[in-house]
């Protein structure tokens, strides 16, 4: 028995006053569960091939057209033939997908978790019924390059939904083509690049101002497009300081790339002041809405004066994260930066769709019109919700945020840092510092832990400006009974570091692996990103 | 008298209950939810309800809504359809759907290496599958498409060399051209030197590299003409006696039976993962790869996530976690390389899924039936009159140009051959199309294709 199952076994000596084993009694379930994750033990996939068994055959060419054709294979420069089989796996049907359904089982989603713990990602449910439309063949099946005749259905809905958006944000156009919200935001800042060019100032205007609470991409995008990156750190009330704006805004300023709520989950009240100073300096504001969970319906980009936004729509609008994508992305802007959008856009002339590009555009984001599946999912959510729709999502997210603070702060050892006794958003950046100074146990290690009750938990991103830091986001999708377990499982893992710290640093007990010996990964004489790595660094060496 | 109907709660907002509600706003002591927007200033408040349509009320309704837009639409299934240029439509193994649909994978997001042990794990061996595909031994989780594969790949060779001029030698999509340039101006210069007759100039790219300030000479195999250049070998050789890096282009769908890049000389491999058992879905099925040796200069300079493989506190147990996790933008901000976000992971787990199906022999089979269906295709269409296959000569894959006899535009064989529900080729230009055929045609699909243009083109 492991430490974790011992833990477990004794939160169950005794559940709800009942002994456990009392005979003939069906006792109720602890008020906390005994996880356990699928441990399938699975090899990796290359350990499964067996040489000769196929997993799908393709066709072969039809009678005829190889007497037509002869053999183009062997007619290639021997250089370009292939000379030596890939080294792929040989597996049986039924194999390859049993490992997949296997690796499945040792993966949570939204679905499967209370899914709170990743703050500012915005996990909610994303309705099976979408999936449904998104894999009729008359989505999935289509070429992005089709004659615009018989894609009249798909583009009414691109169009459609951008009216939403632009409704939503109270921007003028948007662009739904970016892969993603990292992409969204290059596209601003290539738009932004682009204003500055056709009024002869992007030599003059180089530096992009984000601040520290924002996403890291804004930072990093603003960098990649060539631009000079000031960062602007929070004053003691955890609003990004107006002084430094002042203080960092000028001839150079090119743009403002600025979250709000930040990462903390406090509204900065006085956005439509930092705006003002950016405007009154020449350069343009961009309002990073990845996550406009808590804001619907309560107010929009352009209404605090905003150039420029952009939309996860894996995030706010629902739409399924994947993993990691694919996700999609929208930029929105006023009339006036329009013409710059990344194209093509759809326009719609009373009773046809066309694909259209903006006159100066920036050019594409990427092949083709945008991640078209997701495009449906959001109209589809939005379809489901409508306005006072949109706005219940805001305010039960909100409540619920609020509602979970207020269990967390109940933790010993847990703070919220910044405004005290304000209220936030929709999520929170807390902090264990107090708990770690009393325990030496950290945000990370907690983390680890609450895996092993079923749950997700991340630290935050970096720099962790807040000591231990943690942030949880409870959108709409979660019960009130879901935060309370959430809240539950953290308040009793604080009472492990307290009474059994090694429990908590050791973990994950119950989950798919234990905890990962990591020394490995940054050394390049070890790390091994494929299996031919592997092979190389590891087994060779083990063999020899 | 009729009971009172219960308050509308929607099913994806359970905490609307009014009665938890209360309960909650209680707990926190709030008189309703307008106090947590104390904050939001009166003159950004929205004092009116959102524009938007009314909503439809149940799931059956919405279903008949969103399909019926759907149901305007033409699927390539239910034309004759010769579209490719960059979206390929390949068979997708039901296994693929099966894996892509899981809903542990796809409503998963950013987990840590151990309630997320699975996608870690998948998107491994997605790097691995790829890396036996391409005999790399690094292979990066996906990026969005392989336009912004092209453009990292690029710029990860100006940071390796610390040059700034860029030489692309292959005929390129001008829109994954346009992307690449915009991508790269702020650090780089690019030279694109015109292929003759769908293949590189040799002697012109010679010249072009003779400056000893190329830091990358870019490729395509095939091109986006679909050649295959006998030259990429020779291209290797000009782009390292120059000091420059090799970036190649490829289709991975083709490296059954073509030589994968690194075997003649590439030193970073990119492309889009599409064809790889991913549906078109109006181009909604794109993901990039990034490929390299294992060398840590370059492994330095990739941004986005690399997964590896670690010992964990028990023997015999795989762990998973991120290579050289401080080069990325989510540990340094700006400090970071370009920038790594959310992308298309789930691309790769289901191309992972599609390579472990198809196996080496699998990946033989269809690249053969590929090119004997392109030559098929290619000589079938060079018979119509008033069709010239232009570059014929030259090898090619899955896709070949055709030009229609001057006084008639592709523009209007297109259209023409929509009338006969045909989806032709993209238009390249003018009066060229680029004709797509994959292991789906059939030759009857040819032969149709081929008498549709003897009646449009004569």
Not at chain 1, 204 to 221: L, Y
Request: hydrophobic share 40%; aromatic share 8%.
């Amino acid at each position: 028995m492991n430490r974790g199952d011992e833990a477990a076994a004794g939160r169950t000596g005794s559940v709800n006053g009942v002994p456990a084993g009392s005979p003939g009694r069906i006792a109720a379930k602890p008020a906390l569960r005994r996880f356990h994750q699928a441990r399938w033990d699975e090899k990796l996939i290359f350990e499964l091939s067996s040489p000769g068994e196929r997993g799908v055959l393709p066709p072969l060419p039809d009678a005829g057209v190889r007497e037509v054709a002869g053999d183009p294979v062997a007619d290639l420069p021997a250089a370009l033939r292939r000379s030596t089989p890939p080294g792929l796996p040989e597996m049986s049907q039924l194999h390859v997908l049993r490992h997949y359904l296997r690796l499945s089982q040792e993966n949570l989603g939204v679905d499967l978790n209370v899914d709170v713990g990743q703050g500012t990602c915005t996990m909610k449910y994303s309705p099976k019924v979408h999936d449904r439309l998104v894999r009729s063949a008359k989505l999935a099946d289509l070429h992005p390059l089709q004659d615009e005749e018989t894609v009249q259905g798909v583009l009414e809905i691109i169009y459609r939904l951008e009216q939403m958006l632009c409704e939503i944000s109270g921007m003028d156009r948007m662009s739904l083509q970016p892969g993603a919200g990292s992409a969204a935001i290059y596209a601003n800042v290539a738009m932004i690049r682009a204003y500055h060019e056709s009024r002869g100032e992007a030599g003059q205007r180089d530096e992009v101002i984000t601040t520290v609470f924002s996403h890291p991409s804004n930072a990093a995008c603003a960098k990649t497009a060539g631009y000079q990156v000031v960062t602007l750190y929070p004053d003691a009330d955890g609003y990004p300081d107006l002084d430094a704006l002042k203080a960092a805004v000028g001839p150079r300023t090119a743009a403002l790339l600025i979250t709000n709520p930040e990462d903390t989950g406090i509204f900065n009240p006085r956005i439509h002041e930092f705006v003002r100073i950016v405007h009154e300096a020449g350069g343009l504001c961009a309002y990073d809405q990845a996550n406009a969970n808590g804001v619907l319906g309560i107010t929009r980009a352009r209404d605090a004066g905003f150039d420029l936004c952009h939309f996860n729509l894996h995030k706010t609008f629902s739409t399924p994260h994947a993993c990691g994508g694919p996700a999609a992305g929208a930029c929105g802007v006023t009339a006036e930066l329009a013409r710059f959008l990344p194209g093509p856009v759809v326009d719609f002339d009373g009773t046809r769709y066309t694909l259209t590009t903006p006159q100066d555009t920036i050019g594409p984001m990427r092949p083709f019109h945008g991640v078209a599946p997701n495009l449906v999912r959001a109209y589809s959510w939005i379809t489901s919700l409508g306005a006072a729709g949109l706005r219940e999502v805001a305010e039960i997210a909100v409540l619920n945020n609020n509602y979970l603070m207020k269990r967390i702060l109940e933790i010993k050892g847990a703070s919220a840092p910044y405004a005290p006794g304000r209220r936030r958003i929709e999520q929170v950046r807390y902090s264990w510092r107090e708990l770690t100074e009393e325990t030496g146990v950290g945000s990370h290690d907690i983390g680890l832990r609450a895996a092993d009750f079923g749950t997700h938990y991340w630290t935050s991103h970096h720099p962790h400006i807040v000591p231990e830091p943690f942030t949880l986001e409870p959108t709409e999708s979660y019960s009130k009974a879901d935060l309370d377990e959430y809240a539950a499982i953290l308040a009793e893992i604080a009472r492990e570091a307290r009474e059994n710290p090694e429990t908590v640093r050791t973990a994950p007990h119950n989950s798919t692996v234990h905890r990962n010996r990591e020394d490995t990964l940054d050394d390049p004489s070890a790390w091994a990103v494929t299996w031919r790595a592997y092979r190389r660094k590891h087994v060779a060496a083990r063999d020899r | 008298m009729a009971q009172a109907r219960p308050p509308f709660v929607h099913p994806y907002i359970p905490n609307a209950v009014p009665a938890i509600k209360a309960e909650m706003l209680a707990a926190v002591g709030a008189a309703g939810v307008e106090e947590f927007y104390a904050d939001v200033p009166e003159t950004i408040r929205l004092r009116r309800p959102l524009d938007l349509p009314e909503p439809v009320r149940s799931e059956s309704e919405l279903v008949r809504h969103v399909q019926g837009l759907l149901n305007r639409n033409t699927s390539a299934g239910e034309a004759l359809s010769f579209l490719g240029a960059g979206c390929y439509r390949h068979y997708v193994p039901a296994v693929c759907d099966e894996v892509a649909g899981r809903s542990e994978f796809l409503t998963a997001y950013a987990g840590e290496p151990y309630e997320d042990h699975g996608r870690f794990q998948a998107l491994w061996e997605y790097q691995s599958l790829m890396g036996e595909l391409l005999e790399m031994d690094v292979v990066n989780v996906p990026v969005y498409d392989g336009y912004q594969a092209a453009a990292t790949a690029l710029r990860m060779a100006g940071r390796v060399t610390g040059r700034r001029r860029l030489v692309v030698a292959s005929a390129v999509d001008p829109a994954k051209l346009s992307k690449i340039v915009d991508y790269v101006r702020p650090v780089h210069d690019l030279t694109v030197v015109p292929a003759v007759n769908g293949l590189a100039d040799l002697e012109a790219v010679r010249r072009a590299l003779a400056g000893a300030d190329v830091a990358a000479l870019y490729a395509e195999a095939p091109s986006y003409l679909g050649t295959v250049d006998p030259g990429l070998p020779e291209l290797a050789e000009l782009a390292h006696a120059a000091g420059a890096l090799y970036v190649v282009g490829c289709n991975p769908i083709s490296l059954g039976v073509l030589t994968p890049p690194a075997g003649y000389g590439a030193d970073l491999v990119c492309g889009d993962i599409q064809p790889l058992g991913i549906p078109m879905q109006f181009g909604g099925g794109q993901a990039g790869f990034i490929a390299s040796r294992d060398e840590e200069r370059i492994v330095a300079e990739f941004p986005s996530r690399l997964f590896g493989l670690v010992p964990t506190a028990v023997d015999g147990e795989y762990g998973f976690g991120d290579v050289a996790y401080e080069r990325t933008s989510f540990a340094v901000r700006e400090e970071g390389r370009e920038w790594v976000g959310t992308a298309a992971a789930l691309h790769g787990i289901v191309a992972g899924v599609y390579l472990a199906l198809m196996g080496p022999e699998g990946m033989r089979e269809i690249g053969e039936t590929i090119m004997m269906n392109t030559r098929y295709a290619m000589r079938t269409l060079a018979e119509v009159p008033g069709v010239g296959i232009p570059y014929g000569s030259a090898p090619h894959f899955g896709e070949f140009a055709v030009r229609f006899r001057p006084g008639i535009s592709a523009a209007e064989v297109n259209r023409a051959l929509l009338a006969e529900n045909i989806f032709g080729g993209a238009i390249l230009s003018g009066d060229t199309a680029l004709i797509c055929v994959s292991e789906l045609h059939t030759r009857s699909d040819v032969d149709t294709l081929a008498a549709a243009l003897k009646e449009i083109v004569r």
